[in-house]
């Protein structure tokens, strides 16, 4: 006969390749890796640039006479910025082209173009923009790109129904390089000044100096403005609408005008009072590798039903303490709160061979179904995977085939939760000419190692500890003559959220020390999490670094640190 005999609900974290690839398929925004928020990708309004310029998506500005209302067509430098000096700049559809799979945006000097409005003016730039087509009210846009390296914008932006929203607005010379510079402008004021908000702040990488990724969240009441996942800027509708415009020279308008539709922008322009490009830096790209827009779909994933059921967030309590805990009860859609309520177990059809099961509509989970046919044998063979591939929160139903009333099979199912990898924010010193990190000995990670550039990605080296045991540390400045004061510390992040911040994730700290410094930690048992994750360690000359940080001096290492359960 066929018997049912073993039925084990197992939510595991997959190992750290198999969670790489679910990240790249999935494209999940920067800023949630894991998709709490349960996004939805707008494919009409975002591109990966690998089949070259998608018109039907995007509206070249100047192509086939279109541009923005208005029109927006270029900009005559006002002298006083340019030492008298007239001059320029239009959009050139000409400018703007797919190689490699990057989309370039070419800031020229080209003073014998063929202008759209010679007059009298002097024209002398040309550059490039374009924006999408479709639009979205509320959601979450991101970019991954490298700035031009001229006295260009390289800008990242949306326009409609009154608004601007200005992510950012880069320089790619002179003092601006490293400036995040973002903003609202309201534009049922008219022309500038019209600013609902605007903030800078210095980033510790210069926007040309290589490819980051930037972001921004839009909703009813707020905006969050990201760098390679991290939160540099926000506002909130009621900042905008209760501080009075008199009262700081961050906004002129008391309105709040991101309630319309965002075209999404990227283009390059030429503001004179930050200056304007020299012929010789020129030609220049703003280069960009992907943009991707998304919009939070209506759905009833796991921080919905947390906040229903008024759980603690725990995947591993069991609120009624019944046979499941709350993640199990959440997969197959049971009442966290009630223990006659685990929602519905799987069932076999004799007749038929079917075994069914419902699962949580979740693009994290993937089911599989393991059989054996003698329980004395240790090892299970996997009949059925089933990637949940809609994420919508609804039930689904699954069905496998496993056999006759004849056969006689023992059957497991095995839900995993495959979370992508998050992105680190970087961490580098600028200048190894007179000290770097020459050895880093953590456990049974021993590397040797000469001037890596300021910083060196060894997250194909490894080291592991069980939870609440002590691990020896040694690490060894190398010097090109004098000695110095060099400064050390040591982060792992315990519960893989992307970040070092989190209490006990700072493992080490030690300095100065002009000579190999050792000691040892104890891995903290606070979190959860087992498996790999990241460990970052930093050296800099004459102060303690921070997990986040370019210095002067000194040099940082990133290895992969593996989380083994307490024995």
């Known amino acids: 006969m066929f018997w049912i005999k073993t039925i ?3 939510i595991a974290c997959a190992a750290l390749a198999a969670c790489a690839a679910a990240g790249a398929a999935t494209n999940y925004p920067h800023t949630d890796p894991g998709n709490l928020g349960n996004w939805v990708l707008r494919e009409d309004m975002s591109d990966e640039f690998t089949n070259g310029l998608d018109h039907a998506k995007w509206q070249v500005c100047a192509k086939d006479g279109v541009y923005w209302p208005g029109p927006f067509k270029g900009r005559i430098y006002n002298t006083a910025y340019t030492g008298g000096v007239p001059g320029g700049w239009q959009f050139s559809p000409d ?19 063929d202008w759209y409005q010679p007059g009298t003016d002097v024209w ?8 999408s ?13 490298k700035s031009a390296p001229a006295f260009a914008t390289s800008s990242f932006w949306t326009t409609g129904g009154g608004a601007e929203l200005d992510v ?28 609902s908000w605007t903030q800078t702040t210095d980033l510790p990488f210069s926007f040309p ?28 509708r009621d900042w905008v609408e209760t501080t009075p415009a008199a009262s700081t020279d961050l906004k002129e308008s008391d309105r709040w005008p991101m309630i319309g539709d965002n075209h999404v922008w990227v283009d390059s322009e030429i503001f004179e009072w930050w200056g304007v490009p020299d012929p010789s830096s020129l030609p220049a790209d703003y280069e960009v590798e992907y943009i991707r827009v998304w919009e939070k779909a209506p759905a009833f994933l796991w921080n919905q039903y947390v ?51 419902l699962l949580r509509n979740d693009a994290l989970l993937t089911a599989h179904v393991l059989t054996k046919t003698n329980l004395h044998d240790a090892s299970w063979s996997t009949n059925d995977t089933v990637d949940i591939a809609v994420n919508d929160g609804a039930m689904g139903t699954n069905t496998t ?87 050390w510390r040591i982060w792992i992040d315990l519960n893989f959220d992307g970040d070092f911040t989190d209490p006990g994730e700072q493992v080490f700290s030690m300095g100065p020390s002009t000579t190999t410094a050792t000691g040892s930690f104890t891995l903290p048992a606070t979190y959860a999490y087992t498996g790999p994750t990241r460990m970052r360690v930093s050296m800099k000359y004459n102060g303690f670094p921070t997990s986040v940080e370019t210095f002067n001096y000194g040099e940082v290492e990133d290895y992969t640190f593996i989380v083994q359960p307490a024995p």
């Open 8 to 10: 084990r609900y197992c």
């Open 95 to 113: 400018n703007i082209h797919v190689t490699n799979g990057l989309l370039k945006i070419t800031t020229k000097y080209e003073p014998d173009y």
């Open 124 to 131: 002398t730039h040309t550059t490039a923009g374009m924006w």
């Open 133 to 145: 087509k479709q639009t979205f009210v509320h959601g979450y846009m991101e970019v991954k790109c």
């Open 168 to 195: 950012f607005e880069s320089v790619g010379q002179g003092s601006r390089i490293y400036k995040m510079w973002s903003s609202i402008h309201d534009w049922q004021l008219g022309s500038q000044p019209n600013r």
């Open 209 to 236: 100096g290589g490819f980051h990724v930037y972001g921004a969240e839009v909703t009813a009441d707020y905006v969050k403005i990201y760098a390679d996942g991290q939160l540099v800027h926000s506002v909130t």
């Open 307 to 357: 906040a229903l059921y008024s759980l603690s967030g725990s995947k591993t309590n069991n609120t009624d303490a019944d046979a499941l805990n709350d993640w199990a009860e959440y997969v197959f859609n049971g009442n966290p709160t009630n223990p006659a309520d685990v929602g519905a177990m799987p069932t076999f059809d004799a007749t038929t061979g079917e075994y069914a099961y």
């Open 401 to 487: 085939i496993l056999g006759t009333a004849g056969d006689r099979l023992f059957v497991k199912l095995l839900v995993e939760e495959v979370l992508p990898p998050p992105t680190y924010p970087p961490s580098k010193g600028n200048n190894v000419t007179y000290e770097w990190i020459a050895n880093v000995t953590i456990g049974s990670l021993n590397r040797t190692s000469g001037k890596d550039g300021g910083y060196y990605d060894g997250t194909a080296i490894s080291t592991s500890a069980a939870k609440g045991a002590s691990v020896a540390v040694s690490l060894t400045p190398g010097f090109s003559s004098s000695t110095y004061n060099e400064y």
